[in-house]
């Protein structure tokens, strides 16, 4: 706590309820459901998707790649760094 700020910190919306609230009980069954339907499907496809991007990419590498053909390698490099980045943790538990 500081002088200007009264309350303690808190980390997370669950730790600002008490612990004896329904509210609590309910937040932490929507963080265990939102994340089983939100964020494991989209770390699956995009674990699959780091896999199989490389292959689009590797045919304008080998024939070599035009001005024009630029822009689409560089997007699919962004795309396939940002598949990496999100599928990092699938399959991991």
Same mark, same amino acid.
């Given at each position: 706590?500081?002088?200007?700020? @009264?309350?303690?910190? #808190? &980390? +997370?919306?669950?730790d %600002? #309820?008490?612990?004896?609230?329904?509210?609590? &009980? %309910?937040?932490?069954r929507? %963080?265990?459901? +939102?994340?089983?339907? /939100?964020?494991?499907? #989209?770390? %699956?496809?995009?674990?699959?998707? *780091?896999?199989?991007?490389?292959?689009l990419?590797? @045919?304008?590498? *080998?024939?070599?790649?035009?001005? &024009?053909?630029? +822009?689409?390698?560089? /997007?699919?490099?962004? *795309?396939?760094? *940002?598949?990496?980045?999100?599928?990092?943790?699938? /399959?991991?538990?």
């Open positions: 706590m500081s002088p200007s700020n @009264p309350l303690p910190p #808190v &980390d +997370s919306l669950r %600002a #309820v008490p612990e004896s609230s329904r509210l609590k &009980d %309910a937040l932490t929507f %963080a265990g459901i +939102s994340r089983t339907v /939100g964020i494991e499907p #989209v770390r %699956a496809l995009a674990f699959y998707a *780091a896999i199989v991007l490389p292959f990419y590797l @045919p304008l590498l *080998a024939n070599g790649v035009t001005a &024009d053909q630029l +822009s689409v390698l560089v /997007g699919l490099l962004l *795309a396939n760094a *940002a598949a990496l980045v999100l599928g990092h943790g699938h /399959g991991s538990k």
